[in-house]
DNA sequence: CGGTTTTTAGCAAACGTTTGCCAAAAACCG
DNA sequence: CGGTTTTTGGCAAACGTTTGCTAAAAACCG
């Protein structure tokens, strides 16, 4: 915003809609309804307008914008602690998805850390509160809420997307978690595996919750018994993913009887796990098949390629901005508060028949 | 921002400082400066309005104190056109690191993804030219300008990361490239290898030409001949690392004479590379060593595990907010243009002495 | 051509906060 | 206690854009 008004002439100059209006002879109210709400101005005035915005580089100013219209065009997206693992690269494609879409609704992406202490809260919360942002994205992390704020109650339209909110009324965008984990599952029972090692994420942890339940599904349907899955981890978060793994690989030393499958629900694990096993002489899938959850680029080039559940974030991000920009408009597209968006297995080298 | 007058008590509601002033007994200027100036208002006094803007959930309108300065409070990252390569982690962590450090000083973090096209190049020219923005730090890439209009003229400050600007006077924060890799060579050559296969990212890229004259100073230093060393790639980006990585290893298997150490850009390269090595029989590091760049997470858990340069992102994205925070501020701290933050070198079990 | 209807431009106020200025109140000092 | 200085609260205008309303201009029609 350079208030250079010497400046005559093609220099862009941070020119405002007073100066437009200046040049082209007009009203103020005329500019910014020519620019606006073009049907409104007779089309020759709208060519001198145009042109003289044209030539002083007029951009609009958001924030008198946002301010006079009381609606900012800002949409901040919730991002869970740790934005980053080991080889996912889900931050990066939500980031992607979602701020492509946004931009083509005329909205801007902003980044709110939910570090789970209170600067971070009550940042987020005045960013809801203070009408700084028309809408919010939030990404597998509940809502914050300090101080008797809760972004429940800011009346911000918001959508989730990984975890399912929509118990609570929230609308969610979510991956059939339970179902792919039981279709690999039962995939691994029609090989022949019969003892099976899950690698677990922090428990209760919503897509933990899910993934397990998806593996218990496939052995009762096999009509096979529960225990035969045997479980490593649930004390950490998915970010330390490849700590998980190694501590597995641990466990599964320990095991007398060895399963024959490893389910684990991250890259992460799955790659660390293997890794130490290998190093340990046991081969991948001779010895062990493995399969796991996320879909990270580097599966294909681990040794050997890794059969994994790719998550579709793409997918997920535009339909979580579809979702959100229907609730600020008010449009009531669908009565669906669940978006369910399946995940797809990609099968590769590192799942085999039991040897016996 | 709830406009929901009617509702007294705990209930938060969007209040404005109207209604704080109103409940506090005060003029509006008043809880202004109380709230923003405390030691201009009476202790009484600015107890009873504390009071009120507690007891109404008060929050600032970012946009009206915004309009008001006329400065934003809103710092945009320019990232480059695709977020995602295979196992890196810089874009997450560049985020978190730039983003914990902006909201301690009272900044937020907007996205403004650079794709090359016009509509993104002018997104990010409105944002700058509109005062939406504060200031930018750029990522690894050139500064985007479209219809007269260059982000260079906006007079916004701005960083570099990643790629030094500084000839072109734009504060950079960049890691030694040249210096890494040369180190990394001078290692091979130490250890007893004499020829080398490079594996490169874009002909002309900033990170190439530092990289590859980083090998070439190397083998200067030990009275080689620049001959020794052979590439491969050149004509992708560096997103499309694992590409880069599976034509290099046919490149290699085209080689009759073959080199004993293999120097990759980056770590997509050297997995995808060595994924394709092995494939065919060959070993590291008995066969081949291989060092990457880069430093990604999952390098320790590969087979053998990894060794790379680690790139210092978390520490250069402090140092890109302070050096954005001082030009806002107009704080001549320092006088150095270009600030460089040393990468390191992480050696593992994928480098060792050649066979003979 | 004159009366009626539609289109168009512009005035003025709004949005929520900040800050210069002034006057009143409080504090200080002999 | 009175004069002087400092502190404090409040008025009013500013920021850049939008939009309701009105009046004037243009278009339409018999």
Redesign the interface.
């Known amino acids: 915003?350079?208030k250079n008004k010497d400046v005559a002439g093609?220099e862009?100059s941070?020119a405002l809609m007073a100066d437009v209006a200046r040049l082209a002879g007009v009203a103020i109210s005329t500019v910014s309804r020519a620019l606006a709400n073009p049907g409104r101005v007779n089309e020759k005035t709208r060519a001198k307008i145009n042109a003289a915005a044209?030539q002083l580089?007029y951009?609009?100013?958001?924030?008198?914008r946002?301010?006079r219209v009381?609606k900012?065009n800002?949409i901040m997206i919730i991002l869970p602690g740790?934005?980053?693992?080991?080889?996912s690269?889900i931050?990066?494609?939500v980031?992607?998805s979602i701020?492509?879409s946004l931009?083509q609704g005329g909205y801007?992406?902003?980044?709110?850390?939910l570090d789970r202490d209170e600067?971070?809260e009550r940042?987020i919360?005045?960013?809801a509160?203070?009408?700084?942002v028309r809408g919010a994205i939030i990404l597998s992390s509940k809502l914050p809420e300090v101080?008797?704020?809760?972004l429940a109650?800011?009346?911000l339209p918001i959508v989730s997307m990984l975890l399912d909110m929509s118990d609570a009324g929230l609308q969610s965008v979510v991956t059939n978690d339970r179902e792919a984990v039981r279709d690999v599952t039962a995939e691994l029972i029609r090989l022949g595996h019969r003892r099976f090692f899950y690698l677990a994420g922090p428990e209760g942890n919503y897509h933990d919750v899910e993934r397990y339940a998806g593996v218990l599904e496939a052995l009762e349907a096999a009509g096979l018994s529960d225990e035969l899955v045997r479980r490593s981890g649930g004390h950490l978060d998915y970010q330390h993913g490849?700590d998980i793994?190694v501590q597995a690989a641990d466990d599964f030393a320990q095991l007398t009887e060895k399963p024959t499958a490893v389910i684990a629900t991250s890259d992460?694990m799955a790659?660390?796990f293997?890794?130490c096993i290998?190093r340990g002489g046991l081969r991948i899938p001779d010895d062990l098949s493995v399969v796991s959850f996320e879909g990270?680029?580097?599966c294909?080039?681990?040794?050997p390629?890794l059969s994994t559940i790719e998550q579709p974030v793409e997918e997920m991000g535009r339909a979580a901005v579809d979702l959100l920009l229907d609730a600020i408009d008010q449009r009531q597209k669908t009565a669906e508060v669940r978006t369910v968006i399946r995940s797809r297995l990609i099968l590769r080298e590192s799942v085999a028949a039991p040897k016996s």
């Open positions: 915003m350079n093609e862009p941070g044209r580089g951009t609009p100013n958001a924030m008198a946002g301010l009381g900012s800002i740790s934005l980053y693992y080991g080889v690269q931050i990066p494609q980031l992607q701020n492509k931009i801007n992406l902003m980044i709110a850390n600067i971070s940042h919360l005045d960013l509160f203070g009408g700084s101080d008797g704020r809760s109650n800011s009346g490849f793994g992460d790659i660390s293997v890794s290998q990270s680029p580097v294909e080039f681990s040794s390629p």
